[in-house]
Structure formats: structure tokens, C-alpha cells
């Protein structure tokens, strides 16, 4: 007779689980489960270290070398720097440039999603289709909207300055090629792709209770007294959100720079991510890129914790 029987046991079958991790004498069940959960999570940590730590320790290390590419690393310490805040003018450029762009940037993009958030948070007929119309932009790959954008503002066979000239009778520059405009024509391009950023103030806007509006409207509040008292301070959180993630987007800048402008004119549109990559890829600097990669991130870190430690005087997050 077997001998689970006679002993009042029945034989549990084994599991695929129990192959691949063996029941060792003395190993708890809160140490298999610990085991399982570093198995399951390994590929992230491995992609992690490999392209991100990495990458990370690299950049740290080559900050403080001579690096070409072609020849070994050569160590210079503190150099690369020191020639940054000392001797490179251009770098100045480059960083009061990129703060232009986010200081206009940033509050325009947060201001326009606002207003269309509002514009669209109804339920009449056709809203929906008038919301797909300003989404649409932003789904538009950034290359393929930043050709559309050379063609839109081109001074002879574009549209915008035609139609201002014929419809305001206004002599309009050439946007990308002027010193003045080039910037703001970059801008006005991430305004156009706001989409994003109305859809997330809409989902904030169609949490605010309606009693709120309602009890305004009983006092006799106006639509500027209701948008201002009740609207703004419920959707702070929001902003904060889209504040910290349009900052780091805008020193992140790029792709629009270099397809539309190249840094150009004059250097008037240098961003910092296009002068890093003119000492990194084109000039073949990457110990001095590395430098202003590592500078670029502690600049970012620091607008994100000067903004956190400073949200508890106007983010609020009380829900009536």
C-alpha cells in the first residue's frame, strides 16, 4: 500500500514552479516569493544598467576627458567646465537662447491648452469633431510637421504670408530666416501641437463639480469671476503637471530647431540641445557634450525641485 496513504497524506503534484525553484530545507515562503519577484523583474534591471546606468556612468566619466571618438579618452578633469562658463561665449548663447524659448514657450502652450480645454468641455452637438480638429496636431510626427511648417511660413509660395499681406494688408517678414521672428516661429509650432496638453486639461476640467459653478451662478458671478475663483485653483495640480513637463521638453528642444533653422540666423534659434549636438556629433567633442549633457541635467533638476518646494503656495488639491 503507499505509504501517503497509510500516513493520511496525499501526494502533491509537482509544479512547473516547483522545478524551477527547488523547495530548499529551510527556505521560506516570503524568500520564494522574493526570488519570483527578482526573477520577474531581471530584464527590466538588466535593460536598465545597460541602457541607462550605463550610459549614465559614461557620460559622468567622459565629462572629465578629451574624447574624439577616433582616439582613448584622454583624462582633463575639470576642464571641459571651466571652458564652459569661462571661455565659451557660444554656450552663453546657447542657454540664455534655450531660456527665451522656454519662458515663452512653457506659459503659452499652458494658457492655449486652457483656453481650448474650455472651449471643447461642453456637450453640444459636433463638439466632439471640433475636439478631433485641434488634437489632430499633435499626433503629427514632429518632422513631418516641422516641413509642414517651412512650406506654411515660406516668404514666396507659403500661405501665412500671402494671406496676411492680402487679407491685413500686412508686410509680413521672412519668419525664419529674421533674427526677430525665428524663434517665435519655432514656438508658434509647439503651439499648434498642443493637443496633448488640452486633453489633459480637459480630463481635469470634467472633474470639477458642477454644484461649484452652479452656487457661482446663484451668487451673480461673471464668466471671468467663475474662471478665475473656481476653475484655475481646481486644475492646479494640472498645471503643475504640464509646468514641470513643459520645462524639461523645452531645454530638451530639438528636432524642430535643427530641421527648421539649423541654429540659425545669426544663432539667433541656437538651443542648447543643437549647440551640444554641433560640439558632440559635428565637431566630434564628446567629452565637452558630455560636460553640457551633465549641466543640462542638473538645470533640469533644479527648475523641477525649485517648482516642487514651491507648489504647496498654489497647487491645490482639495476636491469639493
Avoid at 550605463?54 to 571651466?82: K, S
Avoid at 446663484?218 to 484655475?232: E, F, H, N, P, V
Avoid at 565637452?288 to 549633457?293: N, P, V
Amino acid at each position: 500500500m503507499d505509504r501517503s496513504v497509510v500516513d493520511g497524506s496525499a501526494a502533491r503534484p509537482t509544479t512547473p514552479r516547483d522545478a524551477a525553484v527547488p523547495r530548499a530545507r529551510g527556505l521560506s515562503n516570503t524568500t520564494r516569493e522574493a526570488l519570483w519577484g527578482y526573477l520577474f523583474v531581471m530584464p527590466w534591471i538588466v535593460g536598465f544598467v545597460l541602457f541607462s546606468a550605463g550610459p549614465i556612468l559614461a557620460t559622468v566619466y567622459l565629462a572629465m576627458t578629451e574624447y574624439n571618438v577616433v582616439e582613448a579618452p584622454r583624462w582633463v578633469g575639470l576642464r571641459n567646465f571651466d571652458d564652459l562658463f569661462f571661455h565659451d561665449p557660444q554656450y552663453l548663447k546657447a542657454l540664455m537662447v534655450t531660456v527665451e524659448y522656454s519662458a515663452v514657450r512653457v506659459p503659452l502652450v499652458i494658457v492655449v491648452g486652457i483656453a481650448f480645454a474650455m472651449l471643447i468641455n461642453t456637450n453640444m452637438r459636433g463638439v466632439n469633431l471640433f475636439r478631433l480638429a485641434l488634437y489632430l496636431p499633435s499626433i503629427v510626427p514632429l518632422v513631418a510637421a516641422s516641413v509642414l511648417w517651412l512650406w506654411l511660413l515660406n516668404p514666396q509660395f507659403g500661405f501665412v504670408n500671402p494671406w496676411l499681406r492680402d487679407g491685413f494688408g500686412v508686410v509680413a517678414p521672412n519668419w525664419l530666416r529674421d533674427e526677430r521672428t525665428a524663434l517665435y516661429a519655432i514656438v508658434a509650432l509647439s503651439v499648434w501641437q498642443v493637443g496633448h496638453t488640452m486633453m489633459i486639461f480637459l480630463a481635469s476640467l470634467q472633474e470639477i463639480p458642477k454644484d461649484l459653478y452652479e452656487a457661482a451662478e446663484i451668487d451673480g458671478a461673471s464668466l471671468w469671476q467663475k474662471t478665475w475663483r473656481i476653475t484655475i485653483p481646481m486644475i492646479t495640480p494640472t498645471i503643475y503637471f504640464n509646468l514641470i513637463m513643459g520645462i524639461i521638453s523645452s531645454f530638451q528642444a530639438f528636432a524642430a530647431v535643427f530641421i527648421l533653422t539649423r541654429g540659425g540666423p545669426a544663432n539667433s534659434t541656437l538651443v542648447y540641445i543643437m549647440y551640444l549636438y554641433r560640439r558632440g556629433v559635428e565637431f566630434l567633442e564628446m567629452g565637452y557634450a558630455s560636460a553640457m549633457a551633465l549641466i543640462l541635467v542638473g538645470i533640469i533638476l533644479s527648475l523641477t525641485v525649485l517648482i516642487m518646494k514651491t507648489s504647496d503656495r498654489w497647487v491645490n488639491y482639495d476636491r469639493a
